[in-house]
């Protein structure tokens, strides 16, 4: 056993704190990393305080992991001793399934296995997260990252930015494009900064005027408040695609409304509620809504290169380990600019 130093929830009503547990040994095809930085992404939050349902304590959260290859199995063949390499949202899946075989272990039909809050798939093992100074994944579920990439904004990238980046692919973005991002927070700004690399016409649709300046820093072509309800109905018919990052309720026909014929709005984010949804606004233009969740190891990788490629990455906040809670409080009253990121060397 690989012995590991994190922080832990012991309880869905605990604070976070210092936790010394195990990870399995070594194997064959397996890489031991030592975590630099891990990002702190919403979700974390929702499940060690149990508002997702499922929940196994203790917990240790994180799934946006960036650091360096300390040691490597007898069989790897992708990685070697000091190679910089992340690992995302999933650490295996059933590799038999459709979607496996098609690089969408994502949508696995037997269901992922998360990097925290779930079991290996001896139905037994918990998986333990990036909360920690290390880890150990089989080597097809980490990417190499690109060397001129600073591993602290690389780290959100592992699940904020394939959040974006896979769909993007998938509705195929490009210079043409008339993309709107829905809300700019940590998935937000990610999409912004995506789409721009893309070639597209990116308009930001948020509710703060206080990242307005944010939003053209990074690239915006337009900025709009969502509160404007004037302004929202003067863009009927603008858009091919919408990526919905929010995850507050709102009101979502006046968006579609926003949708040329034949455009599509991509749920990102997760309202704690159903939408209400007008079919005629759809039926009108030929629009559609669609969802994606995270992305594929193959789509991971591609990012992760693009992004070197590119130089881009994630705008964060830099926190160390005995700062988390706090963290939680502020990522929950949007009050960061634009994801937290815990120095793990500092475990």
Request: with cysteine; glycine share 10%; net charge neutral.
């Amino acid at each position: 056993m690989i012995t590991s130093r994190g922080y832990a929830a012991l309880s869905a009503k605990a604070p976070l704190a210092p936790w010394t547990f195990d990870r399995r040994s070594l194997g064959d095809r397996d890489v031991k990393i030592d975590i630099h930085y891990s990002g702190i992404c919403h979700s974390d939050i929702h499940q060690a305080r149990e508002e997702w349902g499922k929940a196994i304590f203790p917990m240790v959260p994180g799934h946006e992991i960036a650091g360096i290859v300390s040691e490597v199995g007898s069989s790897v063949r992708k990685f070697k001793i000091g190679d910089p390499i992340g690992v995302g949202v999933f650490v295996d899946s059933c590799r038999k399934c459709a979607s496996c075989n098609s690089g969408d272990e994502n949508y696995c039909e037997k269901n992922m296995t998360a990097t925290y809050n779930d079991l290996e798939r001896d139905g037994i093992t918990p998986t333990y997260g990036g909360y920690a100074n290390n880890f150990v994944v089989h080597e097809d579920y980490a990417v190499l990252i690109p060397k001129n990439l600073e591993l602290s904004g690389v780290a959100p990238l592992l699940c904020a930015g394939i959040t974006l980046y896979s769909p993007m692919k998938y509705w195929n973005v490009n210079s043409k494009s008339q993309v709107a991002i829905m809300g700019l927070g940590g998935l937000g700004h990610m999409g912004l900064k995506f789409a721009k690399a893309l070639g597209a016409h990116v308009t930001v649709l948020s509710h703060s005027a206080a990242k307005e300046k944010d939003a053209y820093r990074m690239g915006a072509d337009n900025f709009l408040l969502s509160t404007d309800s004037e302004a929202l109905i003067s863009l009927k018919s603008s858009f091919d695609l919408i990526f919905n990052t929010v995850s507050a309720e709102h009101d979502i026909n006046i968006y579609l409304n926003t949708l040329k014929l034949n455009g599509t709005v991509v749920i990102i984010g997760l309202p704690g509620k159903p939408f209400s949804v007008n079919p005629g606004i759809l039926l009108g233009a030929r629009r559609s809504m669609a969802g994606s969740m995270i992305g594929g190891m193959k789509d991971l990788q591609e990012m992760i290169d693009f992004c070197g490629e590119k130089n881009i990455l994630s705008d964060v906040e830099i926190v160390e380990p005995a700062y988390i809670n706090e963290a939680f409080t502020r990522t929950v009253a949007s009050d960061v600019r634009y994801r937290f990121v815990v120095d793990a060397r500092k475990f």
